[in-house]
């Protein structure tokens, strides 16, 4: 068994004691694995975040752009950015707010339904984000450099398994 980072020994300790007073109430193994998940994500998104904090950017703002910057034409609704990210439309729409705010994004008219309302990639947010793939792309390349192929795929693997059976 791999030995814990510092950063996680008191999750570890904590769940250890919670099982030494209440014996048999959980496994330790699915607990252990739902914090370390948890414990993960956070140091993820706070080294990428670090990585685009030069750029007056974060982890959400960036991945609402890349999902504009992937679509055929360029074009979202405000809700299909909260489903893309997966949090409220209130959310969703904080983030369009500070996309058009720098000038990456625009907001025009539908034109199928005036009643509601496209955000557009503006060129200069083209430019930034093209700029900006080579930076995410060579964060994550450190990031994962000390996993082997096979152990990439089978993390992968596990992971979609876990999103599958969570009803994602």
């Given at each position: 068994?791999?030995?814990?980072?510092?950063?996680?020994?008191?999750?570890?300790?904590?769940?250890?004691?919670?099982?030494?007073?209440?014996?048999?109430?959980?496994?330790?193994?699915?607990?252990?694995?739902?914090?370390l998940i948890c414990h993960v994500t956070t140091r993820m998104t706070c080294h990428?975040?670090?990585?685009?904090?030069?750029?007056?950017?974060?982890?959400?703002?960036?991945?609402?752009?890349?999902?504009?910057?992937?679509?055929?034409?360029?074009?979202?609704?405000?809700?299909?950015?909260?489903?893309?990210?997966?949090?409220?439309?209130?959310?969703?729409?904080?983030?369009?707010?500070?996309?058009?705010?720098?000038?990456?994004?625009?907001?025009?008219?539908?034109?199928?339904?005036?009643?509601?309302?496209?955000?557009?990639?503006?060129a200069k947010g083209e430019t930034f984000v093209e700029s900006l793939i080579p930076v995410a792309r060579s964060?994550?390349?450190?990031?994962?450099?000390?996993?082997?192929?096979?152990?990439?795929?089978?993390?992968?693997?596990?992971?979609?398994?876990?999103?599958?059976?969570?009803?994602?």
């Amino acid at each position: 068994m791999l030995r814990m980072n510092s950063s996680f020994q008191q999750v570890e300790q904590a769940i250890d004691a919670v099982g030494q007073r209440m014996p048999g109430t959980s496994s330790r193994q699915e607990v252990l694995l739902n914090r370390l998940i948890c414990h993960v994500t956070t140091r993820m998104t706070c080294h990428l975040n670090e990585t685009l904090r030069p750029y007056g950017l974060n982890d959400t703002l960036w991945i609402a752009l890349i999902t504009l910057y992937t679509r055929p034409d360029q074009t979202i609704n405000p809700s299909e950015i909260s489903d893309a990210l997966d949090f409220s439309r209130t959310n969703a729409t904080r983030v369009a707010d500070e996309l058009v705010k720098h000038g990456w994004v625009e907001r025009a008219l539908c034109a199928e339904d005036r009643r509601k309302v496209r955000l557009k990639l503006t060129a200069k947010g083209e430019t930034f984000v093209e700029s900006l793939i080579p930076v995410a792309r060579s964060h994550m390349q450190t990031q994962w450099q000390d996993f082997s192929p096979d152990e990439k795929n089978q993390l992968e693997a596990l992971m979609r398994k876990l999103l599958t059976s969570l009803g994602g």
